[in-house]
C-alpha cells in the first residue's frame, strides 16, 4: 500500500473513532499518540478544552528508564505514570481514544497498564 493510501485509510478511522467519544472534566478523554519510537498520551477535558494530565516516553521521568526497554515495556510505564497523575487529580474514569491506531501492540500496553494501575474504562 502507497503512503497516501495508508494515510486515507487512518484518517478515516480516527473521525470514526473520535467522532463517537467526548471527554469531561470527570471522565476525560485519554489520546494515545504513537510514532515510531516514542508514545504520547494526553487527559483532555473536552469540555473545558485542556489537558489534565499528560506522560510520554520522553518524559524526564521516564527518560532514563525507558531507553532500555523494548517498546511495548515502555508504553507500560507511561501508561502506569499517566495512571497514577490521574489518580493523584482524584480522577478514575476515563474514555480511552485510541486514535487512528489498532487496538493491538504498544496501544494495547499502554491502555493494559493504565487499568491495572487503578483507571476504569
Do not use: C, N, W
Amino acid at each position: 500500500m502507497s503512503y497516501k493510501r495508508i494515510q486515507r485509510v487512518r484518517d478515516k478511522r480516527k473521525k470514526r473513532v473520535r467522532g463517537k467519544i467526548f471527554g469531561t472534566g470527570d471522565r476525560p478523554r485519554l489520546s494515545v499518540f504513537r510514532s515510531s519510537k516514542h508514545i504520547y498520551v494526553q487527559a483532555i477535558s473536552d469540555q473545558e478544552g485542556r489537558t489534565l494530565a499528560e506522560a510520554s516516553t520522553l518524559h524526564v521521568d521516564l527518560r532514563g528508564q525507558t531507553a532500555d526497554l523494548k517498546k511495548q515495556d515502555a508504553a507500560r510505564e507511561v501508561g502506569r505514570l499517566v495512571a497514577s497523575r490521574l489518580l493523584d487529580l482524584g480522577v478514575r474514569q476515563v474514555i480511552f481514544d485510541r486514535g487512528p491506531y489498532l487496538f493491538h501492540g504498544r496501544v494495547k500496553a499502554l491502555a493494559d497498564a493504565a487499568r491495572e494501575a487503578g483507571l476504569d474504562f
